[in-house]
Structure formats: C-alpha cells, structure tokens
C-alpha cells in the first residue's frame, strides 16, 4: 500500500471516530445542564452540585476482640513485624482482650429537617460511635433510630443547621440502560463521584435469607462506597449502594448492587415507627408462575405466584386462600414471582388489612386479609421446590369408604430416601387427589395424567387433612 492510500485511510477512520464520538456526546447529553451544552461540553457538575452535599461520610468505632494477628486500630499486622514481635511476648496483644475498631462507609441524607440519614446495616453493626462527616467537614455525632439486616438498610439522625436531602426516583421509570452516578467515601478516602449505567434490575440471590430485589451497575463502587448513593441525571436517589462482586484485591469489577429506592422507603417507614422492622405474615408457600407451570394449571396468565400450601389460621386462610390460587397483586403492587411475593408481604406493616387479587380457575378474584405477624416463623411467601419428579414412590388406590379420608386418591405408601420423589416434596401418608386439576384414583389414571402433561403436572396432595400443590416435571 503507497502512502497517498494510506494517509487515505488514516483520514477514514479518524472520521469515523469523530462521528463515533459526536454520536456518543448526543446520546449523553440527556439530563445535563444547560449552560455545560450550550458551553459544548457535557458536564454533570451542576446536578452533582445540588446532591453531593446530601451524601456524608460515616466513621464507626466497634469493640471487638484483640489478637495477635491485629494492630490496636485494626489494621493487620505485616508477618515480619508479627515475627519480631513474637520475640518480645510483653508488646503482643492478648487474645480475648477487647480493643476499638475503626470502619468507614457513606450515607444519604434523605430528610434534611429530621437529620435522617440512611446508610447500609453492615456499616453501622455492632457500633459503639457512630459519627457523620457532611460534605462542608463538619462532624456531627449519630444516633442509630433503626436497623433492619435482612435489607442491608439503617436509619440514623443527625441534628445540623442548613442540612441538604435528596429525592427518592419512581422507580418505576428506571430502566436498563439509564445513565446513573455512584456518590460515597470508598476506601475511606473523601467522597468520590462514578459514573455508569443500569446494568440490570431485580438482582437477587446474593444472600437468600435475604430480601434482595437490587439494581445493578457498572458505576464503580468500592469498600467504603456501602450506604452512598445511585442517583440518575436528574439528581434523584435511585437506590443506595450495598455490595459488589470483586476480585482478590476486593476492587470493583464493574458489577455492583444498590437497594432501590422504593424497597428503602419501605424500610424506613418500620424504622421510623418501631426501629426495626416487624415483618408481616400471608401464611402461605409459593413458586413462582412460569409459562410451563402455568401450562399446567390451565390459566391463561404470563406471571404471578402460585399457592403451594396454606397455613392453618393463617392470614391466608382466613381470607379464603386456596391452594392452586395464583397471586398477582397486593394492595395495587403487581406480584410477578414469588420473590416480589415475599418482599411485599415482609414489608407490610402487621395488623394491615390488604386486598388479594388472584386468579382461581380461570377467573380474577379479590379477597381481603389482615396481615399476621410472623412469631418467628418463615411463612411470608417461602418458595417450594417445582421442579422434580415422583420415581421413588410406592403408590396404593385408597378411598373414602375404606380409608376414612376426606377425598379419594393415591396413598403415598413409601419413600425412598434421598429419591427424586422425597426431593420433590412428596412424604409417606400423602394423598394425592388431583394432576392438573383432574382427579386420580388409581395409579394408571394418575400415569396417564403425567403423561399427558407436556412438561410440568400440577399434583395436589392431602397431608395431615391439609391441601398441597407440588408441580412435577416429565421425566
């Protein structure tokens, strides 16, 4: 290739990347200030003048126990001090002893008149001091009004003159894609501004003891990030800065989690209130209506949750829920899995009464419910296991006359341990009724049932005079 063709094709491609970047520029400039376009530079200094001031930096102190392997501040000790030190028994720290760890996070200030500040759980846990750098260096001292750990959200309050707060988002118009921006104190450095986009919506899995529905982002969050703020272009609280998943250096990997700003307010209403957060109980197990178990059930329906087993004097009974019900909203919040099934239910306040709305066969109906408390019991909308099948049972024809029982069906004679059925949910005394709504009373009719399913069966089953739903696969 000669020279002149060459300069030729240099001059191609630096074009290209000009109209690239123009192109870029112009999809970016949704959301910044004026003056900074009309000046031809985009620019986010003028909305991150009116919310940085609302994100603050919080220092805790927390006893925890000495040892050896630890400075007095914390900080682990390099080997080769420790190894001189071993030399000198009088200079180690004791083990058992007690000494005061430093941590360092971020916080949001989201009411500037009662000093609220929301921060994450993990940041202030077990906390002895808990103070607040704001943005202008004043330090103020915090008191914790709640903490909820099965959110990763606290509540603490300030009092300070000329406080700034931010504004929650409608999370309801954030979408995958939108432009966001990352605002904390990682590393415990000073408040530190990223820049990224939604990467996803309704994350979960990362703890499922958890009430996780988290948006993910490749704005770059660090340690000392948790509890800071992810706000849009506007300048709004998206939702607060939680956890990453990061590498052996513990740095961002461009895949980190906040808890939507909807789930927060949530959160800080039990808080405000009670200082925990007491969580409310439907009384029933669920899995979630995928389109080949609704396939099975006969409904017509793209999502929801379905009603697996009910709690005897549960909320749920009490309303007149019935297994096979497929739950769809709650006090006008759609319920599209069994996941938003158990996040709503768990922030409803007890002793609430709410409005059902579910479909049973084929038709919408609303029942009304008072809301339980839970007593220590993990009934709010646990999820069954839907996707098993039965081999490993022995079933026998029984019926009403000759067993006593309320329906007619198959006895759950046998269960092999650690079979596929036992792992299905099946258990020995079960009486199955149903397959798809259509009655069994003998084991041919409940095969051919299986068979006709083209990928899930809906099996119903009475145990302990109590209803069952337990969806199988085809083998």
């Known amino acids: 290739m000669n020279c002149t063709k060459q300069v030729t094709l240099v001059k191609r491609i630096g074009g290209l990347l000009i109209l690239l970047f123009l192109v870029l ?18 620019s986010l200094a003028s909305m991150l003048e009116k919310s940085t001031p609302a994100v603050v930096n919080i220092r805790v102190t927390k006893p925890v126990p000495a040892s050896a392997q630890f400075s007095p501040r914390g900080e682990k ?5 420790r190894r001189f030190l071993e030399t000198r028994p009088d200079l180690m720290p004791r083990n058992g002893q007690q000494r005061l760890a430093t941590g360092a996070g971020s916080g949001v200030i989201i009411d500037a008149e009662q000093g609220y500040i929301i921060t994450n759980h993990h940041v202030i846990e077990g906390a002895s001091n808990i103070s607040v750098q704001l943005s202008d260096q004043r330090v103020i001292e915090a008191s914790l009004i709640g903490s909820d750990k099965a959110t990763d959200i606290a509540l603490l309050q300030i009092t300070g003159d000329d406080l700034v707060d931010i504004k929650l988002a409608d999370i309801d118009s954030v ?5 966001v921006v990352a605002i904390g104190n990682p590393f415990g450095i000073g408040q530190t501004v990223t820049s990224g986009i939604v990467s996803a919506l309704g994350r979960a ?18 340690r000392g990030n948790s509890g800071g703020a992810l706000v849009d272009l506007e300048g709004r609280l998206v939702g ?9 250096g513990g740095g961002s990997n461009g895949i980190g989690f906040a808890v939507p700003a909807d789930m927060v307010a949530r959160v800080i209403e039990h808080l405000e209130r009670d200082g925990e957060v007491r969580r409310g109980i439907l009384g029933v197990t669920i899995a979630t209506a995928t389109p080949e178990i609704i396939a099975s059930l006969g409904v017509d329906l793209l999502e929801g949750a379905i009603v697996t087993s009910i709690l005897p004097n549960s909320a749920a009974e009490r309303a007149g829920v019935e297994v096979s019900d497929i739950i769809i909203e709650i006090d006008d919040r759609p319920i599209d899995s069994s996941r938003e099934l158990r996040n709503t239910v768990g922030l409803i306040r007890q002793g609430k009464e709410v409005d059902l709305v579910l479909y049973r066969n084929g038709d919408k109906t609303t029942l009304k419910t008072t809301i339980g408390g839970s007593d220590g019991q993990v009934a709010y909308g646990e999820e069954t296991d839907a996707n098993q099948t039965l081999s490993g049972a022995k079933l026998r024809s029984v019926t009403q006359s000759t067993e006593g029982i309320d329906e007619s069906g198959l006895l759950v004679e046998h269960i092999e341990p650690s079979s596929l059925a036992a792992r299905a949910g099946l258990q020995e005394g079960d009486i199955i009724v149903q397959v798809n709504r259509e009655t069994v009373a003998s084991v041919d009719s409940f095969n051919a049932a299986i068979e006709d399913s083209e990928r899930f069966s809906a099996v119903k089953v009475l145990r302990q005079g109590r209803e069952m739903l337990i969806f199988v696969p085809r083998a």
């Open 240 to 248: 607060i800065n939680t956890a990453i998943i990061s590498g052996n």
């Open 25 to 42: 520029i112009g999809n970016f400039s949704y959301g910044i200030s004026k003056e900074a376009m009309q000046a031809g530079l985009p």
């Open 175 to 179: 979408q995958v894609g939108d432009f």
């Open 205 to 222: 899995g990362l703890n499922n003891q958890n009430y996780e529905d988290f948006i993910q982002t490749d704005a770059s969050i660090n």
């Open 77 to 81: 000790i390099p080997d080769e001090v």
